[in-house]
């Protein structure tokens, strides 16, 4: 069997350890990565395990073609954005808007008027649903690049994987449409817990998605019209080894590094991307003082900053110095998961504003919390997929509308008063939704396999 | 050789000539119409062409789709520095956007501004780049492609083309997808400004003027090569007019004084003027309160053909008025008014091109809001003295009247009114009818 992963250099850390057992089956297994994605540190198992490769494929042909279907589906994003579902995803739909703008200015403009209302003119509801089905009808028309389809043919998979697809500036929708006409089954692996609300819509339809959880599954057949037959519930594969860890270090060793109290409790701060909140430290800041200010258990709480682990979100950090001696910053590791479970480990509490170190905090059992940091994060509550992992809305995440309320719920944490079932539960349903004790890679691998047994269709069809 | 004319019933009239030349010189002639649309063809074209019905798309989604695409680039084309002064044309293509956009449901708020959105220039034009690119990737309809593969002509003639109704951009991509040669025959003088873009660029663009193919290459980007500069063929048979009833006649049909010049008032369409008869109203009392000549004058006011349903009840406010509430035999009517008139006015309509071919002065004055598209249009402006035309243009009724005063009386230049003509309706020579050299041209083409 043949499999021909599609993904970016930046994003094929999460599918390494699907690429290693799929080789490790006996698959020929060939990593085709944009040839115009700049150079990144390759996964050592990529160029060492057997029956792996790399390669480097050209998006598109006819760059004017690429900028055509850029903005063809720049324009289904924002008009997507516009449906009653996305009502609440304001930071979502302005970002829409701006690459529809760069889109349509062939990059001359960055993005759309800062004063511009959201949304800049009041769609009816009618012109919408009218535009979506005929910007569907011109996607289809527009056959794929032939560079593509000559790429892929020349492999000759048994199937094809594309992920993230969802993203602007890559162009796998392509890749997609190319397996279509050559009658390979492809499968989309969803690369986040996002990456169905917060990044665009789908162009083309993919023969299987291999969601994470039953909110992507509702995602993909609610918001992308995916026929749920198409809809693969797996999990999420890439927090596999992420579950296997032990603590590295003792708590007394742990706080030392930190300089902190092993006597006192660990509150966690838990640090987003600058797409979330262009300017943490200050937000920080503020919530610090509110703590400060609050019960004696939180005036003298450690508190550990872990800012997010993005090399830009990171930088925000530099030069920030900690208001008291009971804060520290962490220090920022070469193994990102290994620092970050070792802290959710000896941490009592977790907070942060929208990071998926929220979800890896349920893996670990330490309870979440976040506070509305308003328009100082415009990504918080202005995304689709902040909602889910609030407890109101069946997540574990405590949320709370004002500094004052969020003091007092950690308050109540410290002194544990924490539904650990809960954690566990929405653990089980978010990441690993067929039994927390059973590794979604191999599964994940099960299900490729299956489909690449599919039978090929007529070339052309378009079902 | 089979030449397959896509075109429909009511612009059949504009290219029966061209269909004839060809069939009488021994060519097989089709004429292809929108299987929705009006089909019989008229005795005297049944003669010598035969008729075909075609479906413009298969599937509705993808005229749809198509026409939204189209509708899109169109509005982004009126948003070019070029067409600054086109706000009428520019508000029909947001209001034909959204209407395509809605499916009827919705028209541009009134309120909004013009335009609706500002752009750049650099940037409009690399929006209707990426849009011209898309539209190029998509493949042609099916069933056109079908049928003209069925039909198999020589050589695919499309008129209007401009107007996104009729989905003849499909024709000119089968056409081409089949290797089938294609040619636009420019179907009116607006046609290059006033409609919406050429989203597909054919063979040949048989243009009426100079002006025409400055339009299709700056304006649509057409190859300098493809633009055949041959003139109006639908006129020829208006230059072979002589009058049909003398002056006395005329004038007591209409019960004018024979001994006073005749003004004739050239009506324009309800989009060039909704409510023209108001304007008409300020325009007489402005010529009735003059000293001179117009105080008396007699004025026939001759409504667009299109629009008489408009005039029906309107009564000439004063003495030597006359108003034609029908009209029969056309072309030979508006011939015979411009024969005997001194003058004529119109805002904004093609029969100040006519007056022009029997050599009266026209003058037109500002109408203001009350007519949008008359200086909200582009092609205007092609008319006008100051830009090259023949056209006197006044922007106050005051000014107006003193120059229909000088020209009542026949202070006007004659040979420049001729000169007009030649370049604008038969730029190889006014002797020269322009239906055999569009034939001709047809022919090098196949």
């Given at each position: 069997?043949?499999?021909?992963?599609?993904?970016?250099?930046?994003?094929?850390?999460?599918?390494?350890?699907?690429?290693?057992?799929?080789?490790?089956?006996?698959?020929?297994?060939?990593?085709?990565?944009?040839?115009?994605?700049?150079?990144?540190?390759?996964?050592?198992?990529?160029?060492?395990?057997?029956?792996?490769?790399?390669?480097?494929?050209?998006?598109?042909?006819?760059?004017?073609?690429?900028?055509?279907?850029?903005?063809?589906?720049?324009?289904?994003?924002?008009?997507?954005?516009?449906?009653?579902?996305?009502?609440?995803?304001?930071?979502?739909?302005?970002?829409?808007?701006?690459?529809?703008?760069?889109?349509?200015?062939?990059?001359?403009?960055?993005?759309?008027?800062?004063?511009?209302?959201?949304?800049?003119?009041?769609?009816?509801?009618?012109?919408?649903?009218?535009?979506?089905?005929?910007?569907?009808?011109?996607?289809?028309?527009?056959?794929?690049?032939?560079?593509?389809?000559?790429?892929?043919?020349?492999?000759?998979?048994?199937?094809?994987?594309?992920?993230?697809?969802?993203?602007?500036?890559?162009?796998?929708?392509?890749?997609?449409?190319?397996?279509?006409?050559?009658?390979?089954?492809?499968?989309?692996?969803?690369?986040?817990?996002?990456?169905?609300?917060?990044?665009?819509?789908?162009?083309?339809?993919?023969?299987?998605?291999?969601?994470?959880?039953?909110?992507?599954?509702?995602?993909?057949?609610?918001?992308?019209?995916?026929?749920?037959?198409?809809?693969?519930?797996?999990?999420?594969?890439?927090?596999?080894?992420?579950?296997?860890?032990?603590p590295?270090?003792?708590r007394?060793?742990f706080c030392?590094?930190?300089?902190l109290d092993p006597g006192r409790p660990i509150v966690l701060y838990l640090?987003?991307?600058?797409?979330?909140?262009?300017?943490?430290?200050?937000?920080?800041?503020?919530?610090?003082?509110a703590l400060r200010?609050g019960p004696e258990a939180l005036r003298e709480a450690n508190v550990l900053?872990?800012?997010?682990?993005?090399?830009?979100?990171?930088?925000?950090?530099?030069?920030?110095?900690?208001?008291?001696?009971r804060?520290?910053?962490?220090?920022?590791?070469?193994?990102?998961?290994?620092?970050?479970?070792?802290e959710l480990h000896h941490a009592e509490l977790a907070v942060g504003?929208?990071?998926?170190?929220q979800?890896?905090a349920s893996i670990v059992g330490t309870p979440v919390y976040t506070f509305?940091?308003?328009?100082?994060?415009?990504?918080?509550?202005?995304?689709?997929?902040?909602?889910?992992?609030l407890e109101r809305?069946?997540g574990a995440v405590r949320f709370a509308?004002?500094?004052d309320e969020h003091v007092q719920q950690l308050e109540r944490g410290l002194a544990g008063d924490v539904d650990r079932e809960a954690i566990r539960e929405f653990c089980?349903?978010?990441?690993?939704?067929?039994?927390?004790?059973?590794?979604?890679?191999?599964?994940?691998?099960?299900?490729?396999?299956?489909?690449?047994?599919?039978?090929?269709?007529?070339?052309?069809?378009?079902? | 050789?089979?030449?397959?004319?896509?075109?429909?019933?009511?612009?059949?009239?504009?290219?029966?000539?061209?269909?004839?030349?060809?069939?009488?010189?021994?060519?097989?002639?089709?004429?292809?119409?929108?299987?929705?649309?009006?089909?019989?063809?008229?005795?005297?074209?049944?003669?010598?062409?035969?008729?075909?019905?075609?479906?413009?798309?298969?599937?509705?989604?993808?005229?749809?789709?198509?026409?939204?695409?189209?509708?899109?680039?169109?509005?982004?084309?009126?948003?070019?520095?070029?067409?600054?002064?086109?706000?009428?044309?520019?508000?029909?293509?947001?209001?034909?956007?959204?209407?395509?956009?809605?499916?009827?449901?919705?028209?541009?708020?009134?309120?909004?501004?013009?335009?609706?959105?500002?752009?750049?220039?650099?940037?409009?034009?690399?929006?209707?780049?990426?849009?011209?690119?898309?539209?190029?990737?998509?493949?042609?309809?099916?069933?056109?492609?079908?049928?003209?593969?069925?039909?198999?002509?020589?050589?695919?003639?499309?008129?209007?083309?401009?107007?996104?109704?009729?989905?003849?951009?499909?024709?000119?991509?089968?056409?081409?997808?089949?290797?089938?040669?294609?040619?636009?025959?420019?179907?009116?003088?607006?046609?290059?400004?006033?409609?919406?873009?050429?989203?597909?660029?054919?063979?040949?663009?048989?243009?009426?003027?100079?002006?025409?193919?400055?339009?299709?290459?700056?304006?649509?980007?057409?190859?300098?090569?493809?633009?055949?500069?041959?003139?109006?063929?639908?006129?020829?048979?208006?230059?072979?007019?002589?009058?049909?009833?003398?002056?006395?006649?005329?004038?007591?049909?209409?019960?004018?004084?024979?001994?006073?010049?005749?003004?004739?008032?050239?009506?324009?369409?309800?989009?060039?003027?909704?409510?023209?008869?108001?304007?008409?109203?300020?325009?007489?009392?402005?010529?009735?309160?003059?000293?001179?000549?117009?105080?008396?004058?007699?004025?026939?006011?001759?409504?667009?053909?299109?629009?008489?349903?408009?005039?029906?009840?309107?009564?000439?406010?004063?003495?030597?008025?006359?108003?034609?509430?029908?009209?029969?035999?056309?072309?030979?009517?508006?011939?015979?008014?411009?024969?005997?008139?001194?003058?004529?006015?119109?805002?904004?309509?093609?029969?100040?091109?006519?007056?022009?071919?029997?050599?009266?002065?026209?003058?037109?004055?500002?109408?203001?809001?009350?007519?949008?598209?008359?200086?909200?249009?582009?092609?205007?402006?092609?008319?006008?003295?100051?830009?090259?035309?023949?056209?006197?243009?006044?922007?106050?009724?005051?000014?107006?009247?003193?120059?229909?005063?000088?020209?009542?009386?026949?202070?006007?230049?004659?040979?420049?009114?001729?000169?007009?003509?030649?370049?604008?309706?038969?730029?190889?020579?006014?002797?020269?009818?322009?239906?055999?050299?569009?034939?001709?041209?047809?022919?090098?083409?196949?």
């Amino acid at each position: 069997m043949r499999v021909v992963l599609f993904t970016k250099l930046l994003t094929v850390g999460r599918f390494v350890d699907l690429a290693v057992e799929l080789a490790g089956r006996g698959a020929d297994v060939v990593v085709a990565s944009p040839e115009r994605e700049r150079d990144r540190v390759v996964p050592e198992p990529l160029l060492t395990t057997p029956g792996i490769r790399l390669e480097r494929y050209a998006e598109f042909e006819d760059a004017a073609f690429g900028r055509a279907v850029d903005l063809l589906r720049r324009t289904r994003d924002y008009a997507w954005y516009l449906r009653p579902e996305h009502r609440v995803g304001t930071f979502n739909r302005r970002r829409a808007l701006d690459r529809l703008v760069q889109a349509a200015t062939a990059g001359g403009r960055r993005a759309a008027g800062a004063a511009w209302p959201d949304p800049p003119v009041e769609i009816d509801p009618a012109l919408r649903e009218h535009v979506e089905p005929m910007l569907a009808e011109l996607e289809a028309l527009v056959a794929p690049d032939p560079g593509v389809v000559r790429y892929l043919a020349g492999l000759d998979p048994d199937v094809v994987l594309v992920t993230p697809l969802i993203r602007p500036g890559l162009h796998q929708t392509e890749v997609l449409k190319a397996a279509r006409v050559l009658g390979i089954p492809s499968g989309f692996p969803v690369y986040s817990w996002d990456s169905l609300s917060n990044k665009g819509r789908m162009h083309a339809t993919p023969d299987r998605v291999y969601a994470w959880n039953d909110v992507h599954r509702r995602e993909a057949v609610e918001l992308h019209g995916i026929d749920e037959e198409r809809v693969v519930v797996v999990g999420a594969p890439h927090w596999d080894p992420f579950f296997e860890l032990e603590p590295g270090d003792g708590r007394e060793a742990f706080c030392a590094r930190y300089g902190l109290d092993p006597g006192r409790p660990i509150v966690l701060y838990l640090g987003s991307t600058r797409t979330v909140c262009r300017d943490e430290p200050p937000v920080v800041e503020r919530w610090l003082h509110a703590l400060r200010s609050g019960p004696e258990a939180l005036r003298e709480a450690n508190v550990l900053v872990r800012p997010h682990p993005g090399e830009s979100d990171a930088r925000r950090w530099t030069g920030w110095r900690p208001p008291d001696e009971r804060v520290a910053v962490s220090i920022r590791a070469d193994k990102a998961d290994r620092s970050l479970f070792d802290e959710l480990h000896h941490a009592e509490l977790a907070v942060g504003l929208n990071t998926s170190a929220q979800i890896e905090a349920s893996i670990v059992g330490t309870p979440v919390y976040t506070f509305s940091a308003g328009v100082d994060a415009a990504g918080q509550e202005g995304s689709l997929h902040f909602y889910y992992l609030l407890e109101r809305e069946g997540g574990a995440v405590r949320f709370a509308a004002g500094l004052d309320e969020h003091v007092q719920q950690l308050e109540r944490g410290l002194a544990g008063d924490v539904d650990r079932e809960a954690i566990r539960e929405f653990c089980r349903r978010i990441v690993r939704p067929r039994g927390l004790d059973r590794p979604v890679v191999p599964q994940l691998a099960d299900e490729v396999e299956a489909l690449a047994r599919t039978a090929r269709r007529p070339v052309g069809a378009t079902a | 050789m089979r030449a397959h004319f896509f075109t429909w019933r009511y612009a059949l009239r504009r290219f029966a000539n061209v269909g004839r030349t060809l069939a009488e010189a021994g060519h097989e002639v089709v004429f292809a119409f929108p299987r929705d649309r009006r089909q019989k063809l008229p005795t005297r074209v049944a003669r010598f062409a035969t008729m075909e019905a075609y479906d413009e798309v298969s599937e509705p989604s993808f005229g749809e789709a198509i026409a939204l695409l189209r509708h899109t680039r169109d509005y982004a084309w009126y948003l070019s520095p070029e067409q600054e002064v086109a706000t009428f044309n520019r508000r029909r293509a947001l209001d034909n956007l959204l209407r395509t956009a809605s499916r009827g449901a919705l028209e541009p708020n009134p309120e909004w501004p013009d335009p609706a959105v500002a752009v750049e220039p650099g940037r409009a034009a690399a929006f209707d780049a990426a849009l011209g690119a898309l539209d190029a990737w998509i493949p042609t309809d099916e069933g056109v492609r079908r049928f003209l593969e069925a039909q198999a002509p020589d050589v695919v003639l499309v008129s209007p083309l401009v107007r996104q109704q009729t989905h003849q951009t499909e024709v000119v991509k089968a056409a081409r997808a089949l290797d089938v040669p294609t040619a636009l025959i420019v179907y009116s003088w607006d046609n290059l400004s006033n409609k919406g873009r050429i989203h597909v660029a054919p063979d040949r663009v048989f243009a009426w003027n100079e002006l025409q193919r400055r339009e299709a290459e700056e304006l649509h980007g057409i190859d300098p090569d493809r633009v055949v500069v041959a003139g109006a063929p639908h006129w020829d048979r208006f230059f072979g007019l002589t009058p049909s009833v003398d002056r006395a006649e005329l004038c007591a049909r209409h019960g004018f004084d024979p001994d006073e010049p005749i003004v004739l008032y050239l009506g324009s369409t309800n989009e060039v003027c909704p409510d023209e008869p108001p304007v008409v109203e300020g325009w007489l009392a402005a010529l009735r309160s003059s000293a001179g000549a117009l105080r008396r004058a007699n004025v026939l006011v001759r409504p667009h053909p299109r629009e008489l349903a408009v005039w029906q009840g309107w009564r000439p406010p004063s003495e030597h008025v006359s108003v034609l509430h029908e009209m029969k035999h056309k072309r030979q009517s508006l011939f015979d008014q411009l024969h005997h008139a001194a003058a004529a006015v119109g805002l904004n309509t093609s029969a100040q091109i006519e007056a022009s071919i029997v050599g009266r002065p026209v003058y037109t004055f500002s109408a203001g809001a009350a007519a949008p598209a008359q200086s909200g249009s582009r092609h205007f402006y092609y008319l006008l003295e100051d830009r090259g035309g023949v056209v006197t243009y006044a922007e106050t009724l005051g000014e107006h009247v003193a120059q229909l005063e000088r020209g009542v009386t026949g202070d006007y230049d004659r040979e420049a009114i001729r000169r007009f003509c030649e370049f604008f309706v038969r730029p190889r020579g006014l002797d020269r009818p322009v239906t055999p050299i569009v034939a001709d041209e047809i022919l090098k083409l196949v």
